[in-house]
């Protein structure tokens, strides 16, 4: 045999033995780690999803807090997932993995469409109940419910500015979202709160896409192109902080009278520094501690309501005392 073919023969060998190994060590560590993932499984009682609208959102971070505390106490794993900004064919995807995965319950908002109605059926075949949280799905086969009210919460924010402002007032208002079905119902509410009230109209209503700058961009065009407009309402977590930047960039003459949702720090402040009149209450840390609670509830065999409303109320600067608040009825 010739140096040179020796040389082309070691050549191969010495290849294939690296190229085997190295596979040996990938597969491994897959199997080690599937069987990581099984010893999870045999640690915990149950394996609950919280599917959320947007992952890094801080409302929704108030929600998975919540939950996860108590998930903790009650030795259930807890998974937070969700898209990275508002997408909601991803969350019905990541619904149907969760529901391929067998987990044994899912948290997620109502969300609209034929889809959602179908993988709870779907999850409800396989025995995988299902909570909407933070906003409901009634007409779905979902088990139950929690969070707020949000007709009453719309109601509410109507009725504030109705106590406290006189003369015309011109609304503009900024959603989250329009197929969002917790802002259908908070613009049904305020709507309808001020429906006999013929001094108050609506003059124009945009989208944020749950963002703050959305909520910035969508109030500058509604202030350019209605300049009547006087008062302002953010009806999701971070449009109140948007809003505010909004009216700054455009600076009217007349700053307007702004009501928001939620209580985030920022939104907080924005109340103190008198740029924000007034914020509805939302109590997304107890949402997330009661739908493990519920959840927990149901897998033992207990009755649980259909709808839990988790409470809301309307925050002023008079209700604030060092960035803390006084919220009446506050149950944190
Ligand atoms: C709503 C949530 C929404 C969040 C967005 C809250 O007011 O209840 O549905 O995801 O605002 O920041």
Redesign the pocket.
């Given at each position: 045999m010739s140096r040179l073919k020796k040389y082309f023969i070691y050549g191969c060998s010495l290849s294939m033995f690296l190229i085997s190994f190295l596979l040996m060590i990938y597969y491994g560590k897959e199997t080690f780690y599937l069987e990581g993932q099984l010893n999870n499984k045999k640690v915990y009682d149950y394996h609950f999803v919280l599917i959320t609208?947007?992952v890094g959102?801080d409302?929704?971070r108030l929600i998975e807090s919540g939950a996860r505390e108590q998930a903790l106490a009650n030795n259930v794993y807890l998974e937070y997932i969700g898209p990275e900004q508002a997408d909601l064919k991803e969350r019905l995807n990541t619904f149907d993995r969760m529901i391929a995965a067998n987990v044994d319950g899912i948290f997620i908002?109502g969300l609209p469409g034929n889809r959602f109605t179908y993988l709870v059926e779907k999850a409800k075949d396989q025995s995988i109940p299902v909570a909407t949280i933070?906003?409901d799905a009634p007409e779905s086969a979902r088990n139950f419910y929690v969070g707020t009210d949000n007709y009453q919460a719309g109601y509410l924010a109507g009725k504030t500015l109705i106590k406290h402002t006189s003369g015309t007032i011109n609304i503009g208002i900024i959603v989250?979202s329009m197929e969002?079905l917790?802002q259908q119902l908070r613009l049904k509410g305020l709507k309808e709160a001020i429906a006999s009230v013929k001094r108050i109209k609506i003059i124009s209503i945009d989208e944020s896409t749950?963002s703050e700058i959305g909520a910035a961009q969508a109030t500058y065009a509604l202030l350019k192109n209605n300049p009547e407009i006087n008062a302002l309402f953010g009806l999701?977590?971070?449009d109140g902080i948007g809003i505010v930047q909004g009216v700054e960039e455009m600076n009217p003459s007349n700053y307007p009278f702004i009501v928001a949702?939620?209580t985030l720090p920022e939104t907080i402040s924005l109340i103190e520094k008198d740029k924000i009149f007034a914020t509805v209450v939302?109590y997304p840390n107890q949402m997330g501690r009661q739908a493990i609670e519920l959840m927990l509830n149901l897998k033992n065999n207990q009755a649980v309501d259909a709808f839990n409303y988790t409470n809301t109320g309307v925050l002023l600067k008079s209700d604030i005392t060092n960035g803390g608040i006084l919220a009446k009825g506050d149950p944190n």
């Open positions: 609208e947007e959102n409302y929704w908002q933070d906003a989250g969002s917790n749950i999701s977590a971070l949702f939620d939302q």
